[in-house]
Nanobody, 115 residues
Framework: QVQLVESGGGLVQPGGSLRLSCAAS????????MGWYRQAPGKQREMVAS???????NTADSMKGRFAISRDNSKNTIYLQMASLRPEDTAVYYC?????????WGQGTRVTVSS
């Protein structure tokens, strides 16, 4: 199985930037898609962005231009670079690891955008 460790969350002022990281370890399948989801208080979890091993990206329309996902396959790690953060970006951000046989969720890292 795969284990995920997220890092990089915290408190940031509106307009600021933050970078999240998610490292996968364990038995890594040759095919996988990793991504970020978020869940704001009182709201459903929503997809932020995902990236395949060969670099194909899918980013939620509302976050295009502000959020960028990338990955380093040599480290089995993905990153989410967030810019121009808004109070409505406040949420717990979860890393997701998807294969055709199973998916794994990280514990989540909290991002708070507030002055």
């Amino acid at each position: 199985q795969v284990q995920l460790v997220e890092s990089g969350g915290g408190l940031v002022q509106p307009g600021g930037s933050l970078r999240l990281s998610c490292a996968a370890s364990g038995s890594i399948p040759n095919f996988n898609i990793m991504g970020w989801y978020r869940q704001a208080p009182g709201k459903q979890r929503e997809m932020v962005a995902s990236i395949s091993m060969d670099g194909l990206r899918n980013t939620a329309d509302s976050m295009k231009g502000r959020f960028a996902i990338s990955r380093d396959n040599s480290k089995n790690t993905i990153y989410l670079q967030m810019a121009s953060l808004r109070p409505e970006d406040t949420a717990v951000y979860y890393c997701n690891f998807y294969t055709t046989r199973y998916e794994v969720w990280g514990q989540g890292t909290r991002v708070t955008v507030s002055s």
